[in-house]
C-alpha cells in the first residue's frame, strides 16, 4: 500500500510541479553550459511517481521532459525530507533513471538509444547532506582496487541541491520565481518553528509576489496550508497577523486554510476512530481462529498480527482455512 501524502510532498508537488516554477529551480542549480542547452521554455510534467511505494514517506519525485539540443530529455527531480541521509540514495537514483529508460523503451519499441536523463536531489533538513552522491562509492571495494576497475564498475552521479547549506541570502540571489523561492525557504525554516512568522516579515514582498501570480491564489493556499501543517501551534495568532498586514486577500486566504483544516481535524477525527474500530476487531478475530487452529500462539505472532494493516488482516483471515501452518498463512 501507498503511503500517505506528507506537506512536504503536497507542497513541493503544487508548487515545483508547476513548469515555470520547476524551471526557475532547474536554472539556479543545473550547471551553466547544461541549461544554455535545455529548452527549459518547453518543460512539460510527466505523470506517475518511480519511488517505491514503501519510501514515498521520505522521498517525493517529479519527472519532466525538454528538449536538449533538440534531442528529447528527462529531468528527474527528487526531494529527500527525512532526518538523515539516505545512504543508498545514489543507488535509487540509479534506479529511478532506468524506469525512466524502462518507460521510454516501452513507449518506443523500435528505439536503439536512450534519451538522457538529468537526476537531481533536493535535501533540506536540520544536518548537511553526507551520504555519498554516486554510484561508485557505494561499491564494496578498497579505493585502490576500485579505481583500478573504475571502467567497468558503474559510474553514476547525481546532481545535488543541498538546502542546509545555502542560506536566506543566497536564496535570494537565486533566479527563481517568488513561489519557488518560498517554498525552498518554508522547506527549510517552518518545520516545528515557534518563530516562523517573525522569521517571514523579511520576506512579505515574495509573499505579495506569489498572490499577483497568474494562479497567485492557488500557489498561495498551497504555501500557507504547509505552513499551518508544519509550523507550530503557537505561532498561529502572529501568522494571522502577517498575513492580516498583507491585505484582505492573504487575510482571507488564510482564515480559510485555518477553517479547512480545523474541519480536516474533526471529520479525520470520526474516520480514523472507526476504521480503528475496524481493526480492532479483526485483529481479536485473527487471533482467535489462530488460536483455536495451531494452540497457543507465540508472542512474536501476536506482535505481527497486531501491527498488521487492515488489508493484511483481511488476507490472513481468508487463509486461516487452507494454512498448514503459521508460516504458510503470515507469508
Known amino acids: 500500500m501507498s503511503s500517505p501524502s506528507t506537506p512536504h510532498d503536497a507542497v513541493f508537488r503544487r508548487i515545483l510541479g508547476a513548469p515555470s516554477n520547476a524551471a526557475s529551480q532547474l536554472r539556479a542549480t543545473l550547471p551553466p553550459d547544461l541549461v544554455a542547452r ?35 530529455a528527462f529531468i528527474y527531480v527528487l526531494i529527500e525530507h527525512q532526518s538523515s541521509n539516505d545512504p543508498l540514495m545514489a543507488f535509487r537514483m540509479l534506479r529511478y533513471v532506468v524506469r525512466v529508460w524502462d518507460r521510454f523503451l516501452g513507449d518506443h519499441p523500435k528505439a536503439t538509444r536512450l534519451p538522457a536523463v538529468i537526476p537531481l536531489v533536493v535535501h533540506h533538513n536540520d544536518q548537511a547532506w553526507t551520504a555519498p552522491d554516486q554510484v561508485l562509492d557505494l561499491v564494496d571495494l578498497d579505493p585502490d582496487l576500485a579505481d583500478a576497475w573504475r571502467e567497468y564498475l558503474p559510474c553514476f552521479q547525481f546532481l545535488l541541491d543541498d ?72 505561532s498561529r495568532d502572529q501568522l494571522y497577523d502577517l498575513m492580516a498586514a498583507l491585505g484582505p486577500e492573504a487575510e482571507e486566504a488564510y482564515m480559510t486554510i485555518a477553517e479547512m483544516l480545523r474541519a480536516e481535524g474533526r471529520v479525520e477525527g470520526r474516520v480514523e476512530g472507526r476504521v480503528e474500530g475496524r481493526v480492532e476487531g479483526r485483529v481479536e478475530t485473527l487471533v482467535q481462529l489462530l488460536t483455536l487452529k495451531f494452540g497457543s500462539l507465540p508472542e512474536a505472532v501476536l506482535t505481527t498480527v497486531r501491527n498488521a494493516s487492515a488489508d493484511q488482516l483481511q488476507t490472513w483471515t481468508a487463509r486461516v482455512l487452507t494454512a498448514d501452518t503459521l508460516d504458510q498463512l503470515l507469508d
Open 38 to 72: 535545455l529548452d527549459l521554455d518547453r518543460l512539460t510534467p510527466v505523470s506517475g511517481s518511480l519511488v517505491d511505494a514503501t519510501l514515498r514517506w521520505r522521498h517525493t519525485d517529479l519527472l519532466f521532459t525538454a528538449p536538449l539540443d533538440g534531442r528529447e
Open 163 to 234: 538546502l542546509v547549506r545555502v542560506d536566506e541570502r543566497a536564496l535570494r540571489e537565486r533566479p527563481l520565481t517568488s513561489s519557488a523561492r518560498l517554498t525552498l525557504l518554508l522547506l527549510k525554516i517552518a518545520p516545528g518553528n515557534p518563530r516562523l512568522a517573525k522569521d517571514l516579515w523579511p520576506w512579505v514582498d515574495e509573499l505579495r509576489a506569489v498572490l499577483a501570480g497568474p494562479d497567485g491564489r492557488e500557489e498561495f493556499t498551497a504555501l500557507l496550508r504547509y505552513i499551518d501543517l508544519v509550523g507550530e501551534a503557537d
